[in-house]
């Protein structure tokens, strides 16, 4: 089956502004393949969107890039020019009404509860047992850390995030996630051995470097979006594809776009895997993404804690992390006022209720209680803004059900998939940067 040729009226149609798509858009229309985004929402960026809250303009969480990747790191600072910033790591976990370092350090060891110290110490003496296959997060978590360190610091907090227990959450989730929490190899915490080692290390290890664009994530989209336009290449925001038709014999001939019918000679989707197969009239893998809530919120300054983000794991508490733009770039910053972005997922949205909204006196009581808010201080308005698609959800036995999904799209011939909602995969943004360079150096010797 040849699909059909790429042309000005016929383009290489991506679907999703995110930041997988906008590369691979940037590095085909540079290689001169006629290329067209089309993104559901009124502005570019997908997860790494900014949308604006008072003075400020929020990222959709903390974001900052890190990649061991040449050609990315490449790609990332050409991008950015001199608005790239070089930042270290400000990130604290709230643990029983106190703030520690994270990933804890020696400091933050010795000030734990003697308790946990203890029965963390005797974890590591008598060894961890191990089960025969890790299936679950539970069976890895378990496995490197031990049980005190698993139910105190990962159950808890994944259990709050998801809204699934540990023993019905896929082992990727943990083995993926807390090497994004860890993030360099220096500080590799992959097992309570070398973490109690680590700790205990004189004087630490040099901090990671990450780089920040200035002005906060949109600036790196807004700079993608005008390079792709300065090639020719096209985006077009709030246009949701909502159909495709395809032609004989299987391959996509055209998509539906606000009622328009669009000709493309190939299509990339990074939108949700399950809408693709429900569009091209195939069976839907049972997966699901995980919604988030975010609220930003200016609150008076106070000396401490300062940190770029938190976790916050007790079930008594409605956000699950905040952070604080401005410790990312001074340039973000609210005089004499901290600017604050609350997270909560969907199922504690649920667990509470249903209405995002009803959570905000909840929300500002939990800012004082973990004194973010001082006594008698007022919180600004609260801004709520809900982020679709945030993390693919990795229930048990998911890898099976994308792998099929992806047997069953193939009959399409000239469809691929890419991104970390495209390919249900929970990867960071250095990492759909990633495979769109790659994608770009097969598609555009075939297309050109
Ligand atoms: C809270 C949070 C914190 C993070 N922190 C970091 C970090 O510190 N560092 C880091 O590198 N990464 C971080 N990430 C991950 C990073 O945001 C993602 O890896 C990256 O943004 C994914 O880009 P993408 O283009 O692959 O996917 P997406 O951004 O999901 O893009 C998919 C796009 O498709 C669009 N779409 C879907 N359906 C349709 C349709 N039918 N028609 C048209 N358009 C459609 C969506 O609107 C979206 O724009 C974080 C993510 C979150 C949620």
Redesign the pocket.
């Known amino acids: 089956m040849r699909p059909p040729a790429t042309t000005a009226d016929r383009p290489v149609a991506i679907?999703?502004?995110?930041?997988?798509?906008?590369s691979l858009a940037c590095a085909l229309s540079e290689a001169g393949v006629p290329t067209l985004v089309?993104?559901?929402?009124e502005v570019?960026?997908?997860?790494?969107?900014g949308y604006r809250c008072g003075p400020v303009v929020h990222d959709?969480?903390?974001?900052?890039?890190?990649t061991e990747d040449a050609a990315v790191e490449r790609f990332i600072r050409t991008v950015l020019g001199e608005d790239a910033l070089g930042i270290g790591r400000e990130s604290l976990v709230h643990f029983q009404g106190r703030y520690y370092r994270w990933p804890l350090g020696p400091r933050d060891m010795a000030r734990l509860p003697p308790d946990l110290v203890v029965r963390t110490g005797l974890d590591l003496l008598t060894g961890r047992s191990r089960p025969p296959r890790i299936v679950t997060f539970e069976d890895y978590v378990l496995t490197l850390y031990g049980p005190t360190l698993y139910r105190h610091f990962f159950a808890a907090y994944s259990k709050k995030f998801l809204g699934l227990p540990p023993s019905e959450t896929d082992a990727d989730w943990a083995s993926t996630g807390l090497q994004r929490a860890i993030i360099d190899r220096r500080l590799e915490l992959d097992s309570l051995r070398q973490m109690v080692t680590s700790a205990l290390r004189p004087r630490g290890l040099p901090e990671p470097g990450f780089i920040y664009p200035r002005g906060g994530m949109e600036t790196f989209v807004r700079r993608l979006v005008q390079r792709l336009e300065g090639t020719g290449g096209r985006v077009r925001t709030g246009?949701?594809?909502?159909g495709l038709r395809r032609s004989a014999g299987g391959a996509v001939e055209a998509l539906e776009v606000d009622g328009e019918t669009v000709p493309v000679s190939l299509l990339v989707w990074?939108?949700?895997l399950p809408?693709i197969c429900r569009l091209a009239g195939i069976e839907a893998p049972a997966l699901s993404y995980l919604d988030?809530h975010l609220f930003c919120v200016d609150v008076p300054r106070v000396p401490e804690p300062t940190f770029q983000w938190c976790y916050f794991g007790s079930p008594d508490l409605v956000f699950s992390?905040i952070s604080m733009p401005d410790r990312f770039d001074p340039g973000l910053a609210v005089p004499d006022r901290t600017g604050l972005l609350l997270?909560v997922t969907q199922p504690e949205v649920e667990r509470r209720g249903g209405d995002p909204q009803s959570l905000e006196p909840s929300l500002v009581a939990d800012l004082r209680r973990v004194g973010l808010l001082g006594r008698g201080a007022r919180a600004g308005e609260m801004r709520h803004h809900r982020?679709?698609?945030?993390?693919p959800i990795y229930r048990t036995g998911y890898r099976q059900a994308v792998d099929e999904a992806r047997g069953r799209l193939s009959a399409l011939g000239n469809l691929h998939l890419?991104?970390?909602?495209?390919t249900f995969w929970y990867?960071?943004?250095?990492?759909?940067i990633a495979q769109a360079l790659e994608m770009a150096g097969s598609l555009a010797s075939r297309l050109r």
């Open positions: 679907v999703g502004a995110g930041v997988f798509g906008l089309l993104e559901r929402d570019p960026g997908g997860l790494a969107a959709i969480g903390p974001k900052r890039f890190h246009s949701a594809v909502t990074s939108g949700p809408a988030l992390r997270e982020v679709r698609d945030a993390y890419g991104g970390r909602t495209g990867n960071n943004m250095d990492g759909s």
